[in-house]
């Protein structure tokens, strides 16, 4: 969808086709919303009056053929009384995405003019952010009706809106490479194939290095390896290098994830219910990916690495068996009680690359790890887990001010002795209970004290109801929330 500003647009009672016009919650109407209420004879007056519409944040209410207005639709959308966060104007712009896709209409013109400009840039990617389709196997089907005719968005510096849409466009772009990423199937997105997408990101100037199956074999990463043997696709691992930083050399932020591009359980069979939602179990690899695309296309002045782990869990006369013992990079070893909680042997090796490589400022870790997160914690938090309250705390923020939700689990030695293993030095399963934290115990054991964090994702990256910024499906859950933590904690701040 082309997103154009402009500062020289027609007046609201001369634009044709859809316009869509932000109403201030105080009731009062003033500029655009007078004008139209002018040219609609009351009726916008009215509506407010006899409540219909209440201008509450993000209401919405749409008038066909309006009064002596040239426009054929007319959406009202309320400002609410609050002060806007760049978060709420991206939120009011998805719920005028979403009311855009009902009209089913080719293009719109949204006044906006009232707006400063940074609040333009986040609500116009609101817009994009919510009407984003995956259509690539719907033969015959566009993306979305209203992209053919383009977003039109009014803004009184159309320059500095433009400039700020840089960085809110970055972000939705990133977004949706996760998104595409996610929902891709496993025939069309297995290691090779992934890899070969994310080498386009040297495009945009992230360094990209790809280690094969015999690459990895010879550096000792036989945990993550172990996973794949079942698979007709050779594991892969990349690594993204984003180097922003004043200082060439500083220390980078890592962000590291789970690329399972699909997820039977291997010899340990998942049940066939519900199995082809596997193949969002590259979910983590996904964030990362789309973290990556956009601290580079917002050129962010931070050093950011990212990896991913590109593996496939198969059962196969190659697979690895229950009881098979590996030994992972770090030279430890770990007893497959399960090949079905393959994501933390991909992660292990994982994680003792990442601090060896490039020891890292900071390192967070990304999957759709366990089942047991979406029992403790549903679909509307993602669960984290870390060795360090101050990391946590930043997380929390970045997620609170992007509007994505996360609630710290807790470590403790009591969980990391569920994983004693009588053969080898540890088990990947811990019993029953407390399944994901015993999930997050086994990765930390293979981090050492640098500020380390594991979100548990599984809950929110496939969403089976739309909200204001995603359709239903894939959410691109975290891009968010891991660009603000490097902007906000691993960037110099910009002089305001
Ligand atoms: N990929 C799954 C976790 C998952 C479940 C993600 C549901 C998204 C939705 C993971 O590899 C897995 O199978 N975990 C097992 C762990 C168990 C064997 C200890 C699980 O959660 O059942
Ligand atoms: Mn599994
Ligand atoms: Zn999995």
């Given at each position: 969808m082309t997103i154009t500003f402009t500062d020289n647009a027609a007046s609201i009672t001369e634009t044709g086709g859809t316009a869509v016009v932000l109403v201030g919650g105080d009731g009062a109407l003033s500029g655009t919303a007078k004008a139209a209420d002018e040219a609609m004879g009351g009726a916008l007056r009215r509506a407010l009056d006899a409540g219909t519409f209440k201008a509450k944040h993000g209401d919405t209410l749409a008038f066909p053929f309006p009064g002596a207005m040239k426009a054929d639709r007319l959406i009202l959308a309320g400002l609410g009384s609050d002060t806007q966060t760049p978060t709420d104007a991206r939120v009011l712009g998805g719920k005028i995405g979403a009311a855009l896709g009902k009209l089913d209409a080719p293009g719109a013109t949204v006044f906006a003019d009232e707006l400063e400009a940074?609040?333009?840039?986040?609500?116009?990617?609101g817009i994009k952010l919510r009407r984003y389709a995956f259509v690539r196997y719907k033969t015959g089907k566009d993306a979305d009706k209203l992209g053919e005719g383009?977003?039109?968005?009014?803004?009184?510096?159309?320059?500095?809106?433009?400039?700020?849409?840089?960085?809110?466009?970055?972000?939705?772009?990133?977004?949706?490479?996760?998104?595409?990423?996610?929902?891709?199937?496993?025939?069309?997105?297995?290691?090779?194939?992934?890899?070969?997408?994310?080498?386009?990101?040297?495009?945009?100037?992230?360094?990209?290095?790809?280690?094969?199956?015999?690459?990895?074999?010879?550096?000792?990463?036989?945990?993550?390896?172990?996973?794949?043997?079942?698979?007709?696709?050779?594991?892969?691992?990349?690594?993204?290098?984003?180097?922003?930083?004043?200082?060439?050399?500083?220390?980078?932020?890592?962000?590291?994830?789970?690329?399972?591009?699909?997820?039977?359980?291997?010899?340990?069979?998942?049940?066939?219910?519900?199995?082809?939602?596997?193949?969002?179990?590259?979910?983590?690899?996904?964030?990362?990916?789309?973290?990556?695309?956009?601290?580079?296309?917002?050129?962010?002045?931070?050093?950011?690495?990212?990896?991913?782990?590109?593996?496939?869990?198969?059962?196969?006369?190659?697979?690895?068996?229950?009881?098979?013992?590996?030994?992972?990079?770090?030279?430890?070893?770990?007893?497959?009680?399960?090949?079905?909680?393959?994501?933390?042997l991909v992660l292990a090796d994982l994680l003792t690359y990442a601090q060896r490589e490039f020891k890292p400022a900071a390192t967070v870790n990304l999957a759709?790890?366990?089942?047991?997160?979406?029992?403790?914690?549903?679909?509307?938090?993602?669960?984290?887990?870390s060795n360090s309250d101050a990391l946590s705390e930043q997380l929390a923020d970045a997620a609170e001010a992007e509007g994505e939700g996360i609630w710290?689990?807790?470590?403790?030695?009591?969980?990391?002795?569920?994983?004693?293993?009588?053969?080898?030095?540890?088990?990947?399963?811990?019993?029953?209970?407390?399944?994901?934290?015993?999930?997050?115990?086994?990765?930390?054991?293979?981090?050492?004290?640098?500020?380390?964090?594991?979100?548990?994702?599984?809950?929110v990256t496939l969403m089976k109801e739309a909200k204001p910024l995603h359709p239903k499906g894939a959410s691109g859950w975290g891009v968010a929330t891991l660009n603000r933590l490097v902007r906000d904690n691993f960037e110099p701040k910009s002089p305001a």
């Amino acid at each position: 969808m082309t997103i154009t500003f402009t500062d020289n647009a027609a007046s609201i009672t001369e634009t044709g086709g859809t316009a869509v016009v932000l109403v201030g919650g105080d009731g009062a109407l003033s500029g655009t919303a007078k004008a139209a209420d002018e040219a609609m004879g009351g009726a916008l007056r009215r509506a407010l009056d006899a409540g219909t519409f209440k201008a509450k944040h993000g209401d919405t209410l749409a008038f066909p053929f309006p009064g002596a207005m040239k426009a054929d639709r007319l959406i009202l959308a309320g400002l609410g009384s609050d002060t806007q966060t760049p978060t709420d104007a991206r939120v009011l712009g998805g719920k005028i995405g979403a009311a855009l896709g009902k009209l089913d209409a080719p293009g719109a013109t949204v006044f906006a003019d009232e707006l400063e400009a940074a609040l333009v840039a986040e609500l116009a990617s609101g817009i994009k952010l919510r009407r984003y389709a995956f259509v690539r196997y719907k033969t015959g089907k566009d993306a979305d009706k209203l992209g053919e005719g383009g977003v039109t968005v009014v803004a009184t510096d159309k320059a500095a809106a433009s400039e700020a849409f840089i960085d809110t466009d970055a972000l939705a772009q990133g977004t949706f490479l996760t998104r595409d990423l996610v929902s891709e199937p496993a025939n069309i997105l297995y290691p090779a194939t992934f890899a070969e997408r994310l080498q386009e990101l040297s495009e945009y100037g992230v360094e990209v290095t790809v280690m094969g199956q015999r690459e990895l074999e010879e550096i000792g990463m036989g945990s993550l390896l172990c996973v794949g043997l079942g698979s007709q696709h050779e594991s892969k691992v990349v690594v993204m290098k984003w180097n922003g930083a004043e200082d060439a050399g500083a220390a980078p932020f890592c962000a590291v994830g789970k690329g399972v591009t699909f997820d039977t359980g291997g010899i340990s069979i998942k049940p066939a219910g519900g199995m082809e939602e596997m193949t969002m179990d590259m979910g983590g690899a996904g964030v990362v990916s789309g973290l990556m695309k956009t601290v580079a296309l917002r050129k962010a002045r931070a050093n950011v690495v990212g990896i991913v782990g590109l593996v496939e869990n198969m059962p196969d006369g190659k697979a690895t068996r229950p009881g098979d013992i590996v030994t992972s990079l770090s030279g430890k070893t770990i007893e497959v009680i399960n090949t079905d909680a393959e994501g933390r042997l991909v992660l292990a090796d994982l994680l003792t690359y990442a601090q060896r490589e490039f020891k890292p400022a900071a390192t967070v870790n990304l999957a759709t790890l366990t089942g047991a997160i979406i029992v403790a914690l549903g679909n509307y938090n993602a669960g984290l887990f870390s060795n360090s309250d101050a990391l946590s705390e930043q997380l929390a923020d970045a997620a609170e001010a992007e509007g994505e939700g996360i609630w710290r689990m807790p470590l403790s030695k009591e969980y990391d002795d569920l994983i004693k293993s009588s053969l080898a030095d540890m088990k990947n399963v811990g019993g029953r209970s407390a399944g994901s934290i015993t999930a997050a115990q086994f990765l930390q054991r293979f981090v050492n004290d640098t500020p380390w964090a594991h979100i548990d994702i599984a809950g929110v990256t496939l969403m089976k109801e739309a909200k204001p910024l995603h359709p239903k499906g894939a959410s691109g859950w975290g891009v968010a929330t891991l660009n603000r933590l490097v902007r906000d904690n691993f960037e110099p701040k910009s002089p305001a």
